[in-house]
């Protein structure tokens, strides 16, 4: 398994932005696709976005889309998840995950499920006030 870790979070104003990322290391990155879940107290790991293992296929949640933009750095080892726009609801731990990948492609019906992704950081808190 590849070891996750994760960072950039904190503590914004409602209306701005942070750039997470997760660095990985112990197995080839190029062969992960990766994603971004997160998850509030008590409730489900929600899915955020995914990107495929070159970077060129994302999907995205629909609470998402048009504010955050996923994207990788293969030679960095490195995922990142660009958040602007942000909202309140917004506050949760931000999780990465990785899943080996025989496609170069995100497929919906599988990255949302956080079921499907065998690797996982530890989390960074993003919490956002109006």
């Known amino acids: 398994q590849v070891t996750l870790v994760e960072s950039g979070g904190g503590l914004v104003q409602a209306g701005g932005s942070l750039r997470l990322s997760c660095a990985a290391s112990?197995?080839?990155?190029?062969?992960?696709?990766m994603a971004w879940f997160r998850q509030v107290s008590g409730m489900d790991r929600q899915f955020v976005a995914a990107?495929?293992?070159?970077?060129?296929?994302?999907y995205y949640a629909d609470s998402v889309k048009g504010r955050f933009t996923i994207s990788r750095e293969n030679a960095k080892n490195t995922v990142y998840l660009q958040m602007s726009s942000l909202k309140p609801e917004d506050t949760a731990t931000y999780y990465c995950?990785?899943?080996?990948?025989?496609?170069?492609?995100?497929?919906?019906?599988?990255?949302?499920?956080?079921?499907?992704?065998?690797?996982w950081g530890q989390g960074t808190q993003v919490t956002v006030s109006s």
């Open positions: 990107t495929s293992r070159s970077g060129g296929s994302t």
């Open positions: 112990g197995r080839p990155f190029d062969r992960y696709s």
């Open positions: 995950a990785a899943q080996v990948a025989g496609r170069d492609s995100v497929d919906p019906r599988t990255h949302v499920n956080p079921r499907a992704f065998t690797s």
